[in-house]
Structure formats: structure tokens, C-alpha cells
């Protein structure tokens, strides 16, 4: 058996979907299409840290004739011009992943002025449609409640990633489980059941879990949100990001625990 999340096992994956009935959707192609696809995947990519991943993952998807979202953060490590035009170039969309709410400490007003110049400086780079919030569990505010008060669209903007979004099902490599258990109302019927409107679960807890829903055709529409970081290409690199990952989860369950199980970001 081979390792998961590693670069080869997302390729894997990509060529699961390249070689299926779904049709790849980019976050802002999903959102403006008048007629979407009957089966269609929305790839998503939220760039948190280690840009050079979402390069290396934007190339392979490029060499499969793959368009996706990459949403990036805006501070010094991750927002780089040059590798995110050079994204930009391949085809993908380019969006902005918003934290204004945390860096304004919870001032709205603040935060709407950080908003604006941020996303000024992303579209100096490249055309942006859509955004995303990022959420970071170690703060106290989500950061789409900006849009309590102020209304993206205001902003030349097509949609927001979480708000624009419902009945879709949701598969995260947050935490390296894909979600684990899915209700869905979208099963299509098989020989053995004919009611196409019943509610059943699907476990997706592996890529590999997910490579296999996806050739079986079992979801109708999948958003699935890949952050790059997560996927490594060497050995040592993917023992590294596993104990991270492990320690993470660790510490989002104390978290939890403190908080009185609000749900943390699904961000980390
Ligand atoms: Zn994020």
C-alpha cells in the first residue's frame, strides 16, 4: 500500500477525476455557470503556508489539464507575486484568503480598510472573483462575519467559499480524514436500491477512499478543499508533516475541550 498524502497519491487522485464522468470546476466557474455539470467536482485550494507546494501541485494539475482555486493568505511567506502569477498563468483561479477579522483584532471597520488593500494588492498580480476566509482556531472571531456588516459583492466579488456554497458535499484533508463519515441525500440508485432520494453515509477517510467514491460515481457534486502543504513529495518530508499533523489534532482537541466543542476552524 502505498503512503498517503503524499504528492503521488494526490496525482492519483487527479487522474481519478481527469478519468470520471465528473467535470473539474473552479470555485469562480461553478459559481457563475448557467448551467452546471450533472456530476462536477469543485477543487479548491487554501495555501496557508508553503507556497512552493501550491506551485509544485498547480504544475501537476496543469501537466493533467486541471483548473483550480488557490486561495492565499496575505503575509510575507505565502503571499509571493511571482509564484502567484506564475499560478495565475497556468490557468488557475487566484483568490484571496481573508483573515481581516483576526488582524483587526475584531474592529469591523479596521478590518473592511485591511480587506480592501489586501485584495488591491492581490489583483495587482491577478484577476480576483472570489474569496475565502481562513480560520484560525488560536482567535476568537471568524472571519466571515465581516460579511455581517459589509457585502463582498460591494468589492467586485462573484462569491465567498463557504458562504456561496450549500448542498454540496464537503471532503476536507483537514486533519488528514477527509471528514470521515458523509450523509448524503444525492446517492444514485444502485441494483440494489432504487430509491435515488434516501439518505445514506459514505466513509471517506483515505485518499484513497476518496479515488474509489469518486470512479464508482456515487456523489452527484464534491467540493473537495486540498491544502498543498499537506501533500509532500519526499520521505522525510512527509514524517515531518504527519507528526505535525498529529500534534495539531492533539491540540485542536484541548482546544476543543476548553472551548466547550465550539467548532474549530476547519482551517489548520
Ligand atoms: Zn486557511
Known amino acids: 500500500m502505498s503512503l498517503d498524502f503524499t504528492l503521488d497519491k494526490y496525482r492519483e487522485l487527479c487522474q481519478a477525476a ?32 508553503k507556497p512552493q507546494r501550491a506551485l509544485r501541485m498547480a504544475r501537476l494539475e496543469q501537466k493533467l489539464g486541471i483548473k483550480a482555486t488557490y486561495y492565499f493568505r496575505f503575509n510575507k511567506k505565502v503571499f509571493q507575486p ?23 483584532k475584531g474592529d469591523y471597520a479596521k478590518a473592511i480598510r485591511i480587506f480592501e488593500h489586501e485584495l488591491e494588492e492581490f489583483r495587482k498580480i491577478a484577476e480576483v472573483k472570489t474569496i475565502c476566509m481562513h480560520g484560525n482556531p488560536l482567535t476568537k472571531w471568524d472571519n466571515r462575519d465581516l460579511w455581517t456588516k459589509y457585502d463582498f459583492r460591494d468589492f467586485g466579488l462573484t462569491g465567498e467559499a463557504y458562504l456561496s456554497f450549500k448542498d454540496i458535499v464537503y471532503l476536507s484533508d483537514t486533519g488528514r480524514t477527509w471528514g470521515g463519515k458523509h450523509k448524503v441525500k444525492d446517492w444514485l440508485p444502485s441494483a440494489a436500491c432504487s430509491d435515488s432520494k434516501e439518505v445514506s453515509e459514505v466513509a471517506v477517510t483515505s485518499t484513497d477512499d476518496v479515488i474509489e467514491s469518486i470512479k ?28 505535525r499533523d498529529t500534534a495539531v489534532n492533539m491540540a485542536k482537541r484541548v482546544l476543543m475541550l476548553r472551548k466547550g466543542c465550539k467548532a474549530i476552524g476547519s482551517q489548520w
Open 18 to 49: 481527469v478519468d470520471s464522468k465528473y467535470v473539474l470546476l473552479t470555485v469562480e466557474a461553478y459559481l457563475t455557470t448557467q448551467n452546471p455539470p450533472q456530476r462536477f467536482i469543485v477543487l479548491r485550494h487554501d495555501v496557508d503556508r
Open 82 to 104: 511571482h509564484l502567484i502569477k506564475e499560478i495565475a498563468n497556468m490557468g488557475h483561479e487566484i483568490g484571496y484568503h481573508y483573515e481581516t477579522l483576526d488582524k483587526a
Open 216 to 243: 464508482r460515481g456515487e456523489l452527484n457534486s464534491i467540493y473537495l478543499l486540498v491544502h498543498p502543504e499537506r501533500w509532500s513529495s519526499s520521505m522525510l518530508g512527509w514524517l515531518m508533516d504527519s507528526a
